[in-house]
């Protein structure tokens, strides 16, 4: 069969949902599809054969089978605190719906019509068919789909880092242990809270949200999108399980001007100038931060690293693990899983003389 790259996969998305009660399509648009036959009609809705395979597949797929074991173990591992994790850990954004779109005002809704619930199963399971065996959650993913089937019904063994999202310290334990509830295995500092507390000089949030953190038996990690908050910990002392870190280059058409860049812009409204933030850049000083980085002795997890689909994938993980990441934390639909792990263990093998030791 013939792989349908990414550009080609993005072309399809409107056209079906992946089973027979997803996703919407006009019948031009399925005729339009020349590369699969379409064998199921409700109304509007259409669904590919190979994709209703593929989802029955996956549900089934026995991930002690001896033969998928040897596939996940071509993953490198390394270690968060008590847990073994993967070097690649997916993001949680395109479940959340924040697709940092820019000014494409479709994209969420189109990923909201294609990442449906069952969808979503799909592509956790298709992660941990290929060695990635921890992602980035939010108690609100739980909300939006019942995620819990994963583990129950899908035969599930995924650790997820929960993403504890407040700027209130006061109501930080609660939420924690609404998280850990969940079944967190580990839990971090939202970047949004260290880089406003930094701002707002309310630091001693940071260290209080960390002591909250170490009360329980977990991996604990604090997040930032900017420098300052972590450079902040090291200086306090604080020793966390993990960081994760922004990291990409500002090589790409819509990144603006390093003149132009402020620390709290991505919290404030967007600019209509392109000269300005237009939610389009997550990591101000990539070189500054290489640099810092290089003596840090706490396991990196670094995310961003495509700026949000602006950076090609193969040029942002290369630049990662190039640049001292341990770990890269990246969005991803079903259908670029085993595309990424590719380009991840290549960049991997490619950063073997990078300047900052692996921590992890």
Not at 125 to 133: L, M, P, S
Request: hydrophobic share 40%; with cysteine.
């Amino acid at each position: 069969m013939k792989l349908i790259n990414r550009r080609e996969m993005l072309g399809t998305l409107s056209a079906f949902g992946g089973l027979p009660f997803l996703g919407t399509a006009s019948y031009s648009s399925a005729k339009e599809r020349p590369r699969e036959k379409v064998d199921a009609v409700t109304g509007r809705t259409f669904v590919a054969r190979s994709d209703r395979q593929e989802y029955a597949r996956l549900k089934a797929l026995d991930l002690n089978d001896p033969k998928i074991v040897a596939k996940q173990k071509k993953m490198p591992a390394g270690k968060i605190g008590n847990l073994s994790v993967g070097r690649l850990i997916s993001g949680s954004n395109l479940i959340s719906m924040n697709m940092h779109a820019r000014d494409l005002d479709y994209v969420q809704s189109l990923a909201a019509h294609y990442n449906t619930e069952e969808r979503v199963f799909m592509t956790l399971k298709k992660c941990e068919e290929y060695g990635i065996n921890t992602i980035v959650l939010k108690n609100h993913n739980f909300r939006r789909f019942r995620l819990s089937k994963y583990w129950d019904e899908w035969g599930g063994k995924m650790q997820w880092l929960a993403d504890v999202i407040t700027t209130d310290i006061n109501k930080y334990e609660k939420l924690l242990a609404e998280h850990l509830e969940l079944g967190a295995s580990a839990a971090y500092l939202w970047g949004g809270a260290s880089d406003i507390w930094y701002y707002q000089k309310k630091q001693d949030n940071i260290i209080k949200a960390f002591e909250i953190m170490k009360r329980y038996d977990i991996p604990v990690g604090i997040c930032a999108h900017r420098l300052e908050p972590i450079a902040f910990c090291e200086k306090q002392g604080l020793v966390p399980d993990f960081y994760m870190l922004t990291l990409h280059h500002d090589r790409y058409w819509s990144a603006h001007p390093k003149a132009n860049r402020r620390f709290m812009e991505m919290y404030e409204k967007e600019s209509p100038n392109h000269a300005e933030y237009h939610d389009n850049m997550f990591c101000h000083n990539h070189a500054e931060t290489v640099a810092f980085m290089q003596d840090v002795k706490v396991p990196w997890i670094a995310f961003k690293v495509l700026a949000a689909g602006a950076i090609a994938a193969k040029a942002g993980l290369n630049y990662a693990f190039a640049g001292g990441a341990d770990f890269v934390c990246l969005g991803m639909f079903d259908f670029q899983v085993e595309e990424d792990v590719e380009l991840t263990l290549k960049a991997i093998a490619r950063s073997k003389n990078r300047k900052r030791p692996w921590i992890a």
